[in-house]
């Protein structure tokens, strides 16, 4: 076990041994409180949360949506998030394709009321289009406003023409001018095609013949390695290049799959998933079930900050339609730690969930331990 375990946990379990009415009641304090510390954030000019960048951004606003289904009294913060970024975001695309970059944010910032436009969304990396295109759909479950749902079919249709341009002429390259095939981007294809073959009824095929269709090459091609780990990637040959199993590798597939399982059942979606969630909860947690990634505490800047709550609030997804007792007791584990070693005296989330409090934090690991704290509330 490469983790060691920290103190104090055993002390925090003791809060979750009374009633469920209380488990679920104090599991929703801490996400309102975590919410409220990651509001302080927020930055209503730009739509974006400060100190994180473009894709977390997205990733912040999925735990928003994930909590307002299970908290409605976050469901003004919700829909103000929900609105205000629509409107606000677009001007912040770090790389937004030619016709975008000839307008100025200004003009961008006017379109209040007019139609949504993907192309306003996707950027040169296809994962970043992707988690927009799911934190749109998110946004859409909570609210049911069909142009939060018709922008992520916007952004799913863009990604479409990446498909197949290298490894068995499947798959979707990281971006437009990378060759490097990776795990999290056909992930990610994978999810939203079948999230949308559960909300789009006149384009379920469509959608669901996509899923598939990544599901097929991505099992095909090897990315899962032999112990139920997914690698980062391909080698330029198309053969898994043994890269570090990140968290959230492991966890944006189950949403995936549950999703997709949903949309057209077939045991072996989830039969995957179990294994793949097994696997990854025997590679990444400590003796206290806690997760982790390889980088705590000092070398995740700056994108693997948000790995560990992706990999809970879809982990979350599969506990609800397979439940296992060792899924609910990460769940558990993680958001009790959180709460009790990683959290510093204004109520910020570090990086690393063992702790110590004085792990620098911002947006990034705010947002992603609020995942761990969501997914705790209906465990
Ligand atoms: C937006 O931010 C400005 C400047 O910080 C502030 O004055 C205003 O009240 C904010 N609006 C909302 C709706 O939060
Ligand atoms: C968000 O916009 C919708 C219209 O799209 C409006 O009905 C709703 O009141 C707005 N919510 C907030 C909190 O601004
Ligand atoms: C989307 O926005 C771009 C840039 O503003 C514009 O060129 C394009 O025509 C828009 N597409 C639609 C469908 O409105
Ligand atoms: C289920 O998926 C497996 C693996 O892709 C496939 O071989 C099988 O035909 C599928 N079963 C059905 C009923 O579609
Ligand atoms: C599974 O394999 C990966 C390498 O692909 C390794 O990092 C990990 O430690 C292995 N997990 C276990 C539980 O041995
Ligand atoms: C967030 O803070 C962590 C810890 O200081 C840092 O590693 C990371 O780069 C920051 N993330 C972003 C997106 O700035």
Not at 226 to 244: E, F, M, V
Not at 255 to 282: Q, R, S
Not at 310 to 321: D, H, K, P, S
Not at 352 to 362: F, K
Request: hydrophobic residues 40%.
């Amino acid at each position: 076990m490469l983790f060691s375990s920290h103190g104090l946990l055993a002390c925090s379990l003791t809060t979750f041994v009374f009633s469920g009415a209380t488990v679920a009641d104090d599991a929703r304090s801490r996400a309102q409180d975590a919410l409220n510390t990651l509001q302080g954030w927020y930055n209503n000019g730009t739509g974006l949360w400060d100190t994180c960048g473009w894709w977390n951004g997205a990733n912040a606003m999925t735990a928003i949506a994930d909590l307002a289904l299970v908290d409605p009294s976050v469901m003004d913060t919700a829909t103000y998030v929900f609105n205000n970024t629509l409107i606000k975001a677009p001007a912040q695309n770090p790389h937004p394709g030619p016709e975008i970059k000839s307008k100025s944010a200004r003009d961008l910032n006017m379109r209040v009321n007019s139609a949504v436009n993907a192309s306003e969304w996707v950027d040169s990396a296809y994962d970043d289009d992707a988690w927009w295109a799911l934190a749109w759909i998110a946004a859409y479950d909570v609210t049911e406003d069909n142009q939060y749902l018709q922008l992520a079919e916007g952004i799913f249709d863009d990604l479409t023409k990446a498909w197949g341009t290298r490894c068995s002429g499947g798959g979707i390259p990281w971006n437009p001018s990378n060759t490097y095939v990776n795990a999290i981007t056909n992930e990610l294809f994978l999810s939203t095609a079948a999230h949308l073959a559960n909300r789009v009824y006149s384009r379920k095929q469509y959608y669901v013949d996509w899923a598939q269709k990544e599901w097929n090459w991505f099992v095909a091609q090897g990315f899962i390695g032999a112990n139920n780990t997914i690698n980062d990637g391909l080698l330029q040959n198309c053969q898994n290049n043994g890269a570090t199993v990140w968290s959230y590798n492991q966890g944006v597939v189950l949403g995936g799959l549950v999703e997709l399982n949903k949309a057209a059942p077939n045991d072996t979606y989830l039969e995957f998933a179990n294994k793949i969630a097994k696997a990854a909860i025997e590679t990444l947690t400590d003796s206290n079930k806690v997760l982790h990634d390889w980088c705590e505490p000092n070398n995740c800047e700056p994108d693997a900050t948000q790995f560990k709550g992706i990999f809970m609030r879809n982990l979350q997804m599969l506990q609800r339609v397979s439940p296992h007792d060792i899924y609910k007791e990460v769940i558990i584990s993680s958001a009790n730690s959180i709460w009790a070693n990683d959290r510093n005296a204004k109520g910020q989330l570090g990086v690393d969930w063992s702790g110590a409090p004085s792990d620098p934090t911002n947006a990034s690991t705010q947002s992603s331990a609020l995942d761990a704290l969501v997914a705790a509330i209906s465990v």
